[in-house]
């Protein structure tokens, strides 16, 4: 009686839902057991796929899930005892159940007679071992009992029932059930009791109804007295003959019976219990207004479609308008509402595809413990991060690699019980599943506790199958021979079973990973186990990106990859550049990384603009340190050639080397490109079957200008290039250092703004004083300068797009804010347009990428390049006359201060304070460079950190008070460290002053005070 | 009595004694919670300000365990002081329902 396809197609997908839910219930009872809710679960999961079924009429799927449904039903009233076999049959006829439900129409066909035997089986004799065990538990529960009726009579103590109704006896007469139990316990012993709450029914009739409560009494008062004594009616108390059976003491009835006593037959308890399932399932589901709806997949992804469409179209319209936002007028806002609606909206719309990865990570625990009885092994699965989200179409295609990797995992990682026990390991073997988190992806590591894959044989194989020569074998990596493991017909297995081994497998599942846009990495120790990492990205269709050019064309590059850009000045590279094995390499704070330039991955042909004819020629200097050591070589020659100088300095700025460094997973290079041109959000088209294969590319897109722009796939620049990167041993050590050294970096407190231009600037909150919110109109304008009333006098203000190399425009926005800066003597208000956050962070400032007067340099905060900005040289370019003539002044006295500080923020603004007020400043990376500094210089004044790494500031002080030359020195704490224990700590040391970071005033009056008095002192 | 919805869970804190005088008050600002149309899975009887209880007490207690349950709803009583779970022990509440101090 199949009626109405869609009503079907509704049946079968819920039906699904409720299959899995028991399958998922029924593995948890596997571990915890004898869970009742767990139990509820899966019952009202069975009993809702029989009911549906029922009305469709499909009897096959009713009778089977009515017989397990009967064995749930003693389980759930503890008739039943859970074991692993009664799991394994309910999962075995879940599973028919699923099948049926998969192929409904062919479902009365299913022979289900071999699980309803069985189920019936089970039934019966569950409930004849439970009533046995009942017996034998209200054996050992009287035990106790029965000790205190016998000491009782021992103590010639009498034995009575009590009935006692709670509202009637106690209720009316005021008093409390409390003071009642405490007065009979005070007169004996109650031995046993029993509450009948049969007649509550709920909150509605509670106050109608009564609770009887009763309990065994011993005591030594007679029975004609207890009435008294208890304030309770005579019918009430009933003599016992000690000798009974402590069970019949309560009437058949030792335990609070919520709901019924049971005296009926076993079959009309059993048909009251199913109405009650029926009544209660009915009462779970109360009209309730749902909070989802269900919609179809394809209306999801044409909105999404959608949205990247217009997110293109904002990119567009943006771009488009961008030269008449000044002429016309009341633009601005709008474009900027569209900006932040379309991003918002284009999030919304991602976020109804994301689904947690629970949806696949949930069927491993099934499939783990098939395995374990399969290979005879003892698994446990830890399932990690199930909460984590990613787009519905990444998580449907995971299954099937996951699924590789963990039968892999099982099969092939874990060793035997009994190896593992030789091996002095848990016999219960450990596979771990981990989703998290990771700059800008998802990464899920699966993780075995195994023996660790055994890179002899991996080789032996490969030599074997001749996947590789003898000469490559002996010359790879240990990385490069575990990515043999992924070359199409390998497999390691000596024994081909059904669960893994295949000799397919591992090369599928990386052209899958891959195809999501993900990479695959392993990492394994012998004896420990192995991690297989696969790195995903959230979303397929949005990224954001950045558009680079090589050779006037312009590419995307994801940002997810990205880590860091390097601008390596002429004169520079030969520091910074360097060579291994002919190769470029980059030496990036102590570690090389591998260069490539992106033309020649690319197969473009690089070229430069000859300084002479103007000509663009084709450049055969291959590496970049030779470009730039050919140009000064031409410079120095035509030294006295004006003309060319300045051609010279201008072609500087082309010749300044830009790197990317981007990320795989623990792989870092860098590629060199010839201009940055900033972030975009690209929608990702997929490259056309033509140019599908090329490696290098994962996409095009459509950028903000209607060009298009290939999206560059840095994994595939890595095979490209033929990259090859250092060990992970050394890896590690870097990671080590570089945690030591986010531990010592310091926090800085930042305000986050912009001004008229999309840039985003910091500025160290502790040199505001406050900001103060003006409107356009109570700016005032004499001639080129500008000002406002700030607490009765008049502020200057300046607009630092004004003084520094960011874009300028023309400002529509009414409402604008004015920071007023702390501890300057001439202030100046800085002008902004809006205050973005602010932020406790540790900063990497990067000199390089953006060097300019007015400004520190730039970091990455959120995501986002911040430029930080050094208020008192920004200052000295707008008012020159009070700030420069400040530094003339004090220059004469030519004092010298070596500043011990390891974080660049703070030796920068250190430096710039210090020398802003004449000072010639030494810097000292840690204490140790400041000794040696000692020893080599004549130093009037030490400022120094505390935390620093090598040597901190405490034993730097105390080396100087131990020595006999420099024991006089002023030294000055200047730290982060604000607790009184610290600061006495700092004075024990030998400081003579001691303060917070970082005020600029205090600090330079802290020097002026440590040199007059070393000055009184000589 | 106050009550609050979090995380799935209704929290209801009576302010003061569950006694006769009182239970009706009670019975109504409970209902009203259980009974709201916002999405739950647990009640959770909060008894910090509650020093003593009469038998009235004790049945709205059950009553209300018992509302919560046919709705197919998790009931837990939480600090509850020593005297009162005293009580509830000997009366064996604490094997029907989940009693925590």
């Not at chain 1, 405490?182 to 009791?193: E, F, L, P, T, Y």
């Not at chain 1, 790195?535 to 880590?563: C, D, G, H, M, R």
């Not at chain 1, 090329?694 to 897109?701: A, D, E, I, M, Q």
Request: net charge negative; proline share 3%; aromatic share 6%.
């Amino acid at each position: 009686m199949l009626q109405n396809e869609e009503f079907i197609h509704e049946f079968v997908e819920e039906a699904m839902t409720n299959v899995e839910k028991a399958e998922s219930g029924l593995l948890k009872l596997d571990d915890a057991s004898e869970d009742l809710e767990q139990i509820n679960t899966i019952f009202r999961a069975i009993h809702s796929i029989k009911g549906t079924a029922g009305f469709f009429g499909l009897k096959k799927i009713v009778e089977l899930s009515h017989s397990m449904e009967n064995v749930l039903g003693e389980l759930r009233n503890n008739r039943t005892k859970i074991d692993r076999e009664l799991i394994d049959l309910l999962l075995a006829s879940n599973d028919c159940l699923k099948g049926m439900i998969l192929e409904v129409g062919r479902s009365e066909e299913c022979d289900i007679s071999k699980y309803t035997i069985k189920l019936a089986a089970a039934f019966e004799r569950g409930r004849l071992i439970a009533e046995k065990q009942t017996d034998k538990l209200s054996d050992n529960d009287s035990t106790s009992e029965r000790i205190i009726i016998e000491e009782g009579r021992r103590h010639g103590h009498k034995l009575y029932r009590v009935r006692l109704l709670l509202n009637e006896d106690l209720g009316k007469k005021n008093i409390t059930p409390i003071k009642f139990f405490n007065k009979i316990q005070s007169i004996g012993n109650i031995v046993d009791s029993k509450t009948d709450l049969s007649s509550i029914e709920d909150l509605d009739k509670c106050l109608n109804s009564e609770i009887t409560f009763t309990f065994l009494f011993t005591t030594v008062l007679e029975k004609g007295l207890l009435p008294m004594a208890l304030d309770i009616p005579e019918s009430r108390i009933e003599e016992l003959d000690s000798n009974t059976k402590t069970e019949d003491l309560l009437n058949n009835a030792g335990k609070t019976q919520p709901f019924v006593q049971h005296k009926s037959g076993l079959h009309n308890q059993y048909k009251k219990e199913e109405q009650e399932k029926e009544a209660i399932d009915k009462k779970n589901q109360p009209v309730v207004f749902e909070d989802s709806v269900r919609v179809h997949v394809s209306l999801l992804n044409n909105l999404l479609n959608l949205a990247s469409e217009m997110v293109l179209g904002r990119n567009q319209l943006l771009r488009a308008m961008e030269r008449y936002r000044k002429d016309i007028s009341g633009i601005e806002p709008i474009l900027q509402n569209i900006d932040r609606i379309t991003t918002e909206l284009q999030e919304k719309v991602m976020q109804t595809r994301m689904q947690p990865i629970s949806n696949v990570f949930n069927k491993f625990p099934r499939i783990i413990r098939d395995l374990s009885r399969k290979l005879g092994k003892e698994i446990e699965l830890q399932l990690e991060g199930t909460e984590v989200e990613l787009d519905k179409s990444i998580i449907e295609a995971l299954g099937d690699p996951l699924t590789h990797l963990v039968r892999n995992a099982a099969d092939h990682g874990l060793e035997l019980p009994e190896i593992r026990e030789q091996k002095g390991k848990p016999r219960v073997g450990r596979i771990v599943l981990k989703a998290y988190h990771e700059g800008g992806y998802v990464n899920i590591d699966i993780v075995d506790d195994g023996a660790g894959i055994n890179l002899e044989k991996i080789k032996k194989k490969a030599l074997e199958k001749e996947l590789a020569s003898k000469s490559d074998v002996a010359s790879m990596s240990d990385q490069e021979v575990l990515q043999l493991l992924f070359k199409p017909g390998f497999s390691t297995a000596e024994r081909i079973t059904d669960v893994s081994g295949r000799g397919v497998g591992m090369d599928v599942v990386k052209t899958n990973i891959e195809k999501l846009g993900g990479t695959i990495e392993i990492f394994t120790s012998a004896g420990a186990g192995t991690t297989f990492r696969l790195l995903l990205p959230l979303t397929l269709a949005i990224i954001p990106s950045l558009i680079v050019e090589v050779e006037k064309q312009k590419f995307a590059l994801p940002q997810a990859n990205l880590q860091e850009i390097v601008r390596i000045r002429p004169g520079e590279a030969a520091r910074k550049i360097e060579y291994v094995h002919n190769s470029e390499v980059l030496r990036l704070r102590g570690r090389l990384l591998p260069i490539v330039h992106l033309a020649d991955v690319l197969g473009l042909v690089r070229t430069y603009k000859d300084p002479l004819t103007g000509e663009t020629k084709e450049d055969r200097r291959k590496t970049l340190y030779d470009r730039r050591r050919m140009h000064f070589a031409n410079a120095e020659t035509d030294i006295s050639n004006d003309s060319y100088a300045i051609e010279s300095r201008r072609s500087d700025l082309n010749n300044i080397i830009r790197i990317l460094v981007l990320k795989i997973g623990s792989r870092r290079f860098g590629v060199a490109v010839d201009a940055i041109h900033g972030s975009e959000e690209i929608l990702v088209k997929p490259l056309s079957k033509y140019i599908k294969n090329s490696k290098c590319y994962s996409g095009v897109t459509i950028m903000g200008d209607g060009k298009t722009a290939m999206i560059l796939d840095p994994d595939g620049i890595i095979s490209k290039a033929n990259l090859r990167f250092v060990e992970d041993g050394e890896d590690k050590i870097t990671i080590e250092s570089k945690e030591n050294e986010e531990r010592l970096r310091e926090q800085q407190n930042l305000l986050l703004f912009k001004c008229s231009g999309p840039e985003t600037f910091a500025i160290d909150l502790s040199m505001v004083s406050r900001v103060e919110e003006i409107k356009r109109a109570d700016i005032d304008k004499v001639g080129d300068k500008e000002f406002i009333k700030f607490r009765g006098s008049s502020l200057r203000v300046i607009r630092p797009e004004d003084y520094l190399p960011v874009a300028k425009h023309e400002s529509m926005q009414d409402r604008l804010y004015v920071i007023v800066p702390k501890l300057v003597k001439h202030p100046i208000g800085i002008l902004i347009e809006k205050i973005d956050d602010t932020v406790l962070t540790s900063i990497r400032l990067n000199e390089e990428v953006l060097s300019a007067k007015g400004l520190m340099g730039s970091a990455i905060i959120n995501k986002t390049m911040v430029l930080l900005i050094n208020m008192y040289e920004l200052f000295e370019l707008a008012d020159p006359h009070h700030y420069a003539a400040a530094l003339g002044r004090k220059a004469r006295e030519e004092k010298v201060v070596l500043v011990a500080e390891d974080t660049p923020f703070f030796q920068r603004m250190e430096r710039s304070y210090l020398e802003g007020a004449g000072y010639k400043v030494l810097l000292a990376q840690n204490g140790r460079e400041a000794l040696q500094f000692l020893q080599e210089n004549k130093v009037d004044v030490v400022v120094s950190d505390i935390n620093m790494p090598v040597l901190d500031g405490l034993e730097l002080v105390r080396k100087i008070r131990e020595d006999d030359r420099l024991r006089n020195l002023p030294v000055i704490a200047v730290t982060s460290l604000t607790g009184e224990q610290q600061k006495k700590a700092g004075f024990e040391a030998g400081f003579d002053f001691y303060e917070f970071k970082l005020d600029r005033a205090v600090l330079l009056d802290r020097i002026e005070q440590a040199l007059q008095e070393r000055r009184r002192a000589v | 009595m106050k009550g609050s919805i979090e995380e799935n869970v209704i929290r209801l804190t009576p302010t003061s004694d569950i006694v006769s005088s009182r239970v009706k008050e009670l019975i109504y600002s409970a209902k009203g919670f259980i009974d709201s149309q916002v999405a739950y899975e647990q009640v959770v009887l909060d008894l910090e300000n509650v020093k003593s209880i009469d038998s009235v007490g004790v049945t709205f207690i059950v009553g209300l365990y018992k509302s919560v349950f046919n709705l197919g709803k998790k009931f837990k009583i939480i600090r509850i002081n020593n005297e009162i779970s005293n009580l509830f022990k000997i009366m064996k509440l604490d094997e029907v329902m989940s009693i925590e101090a």
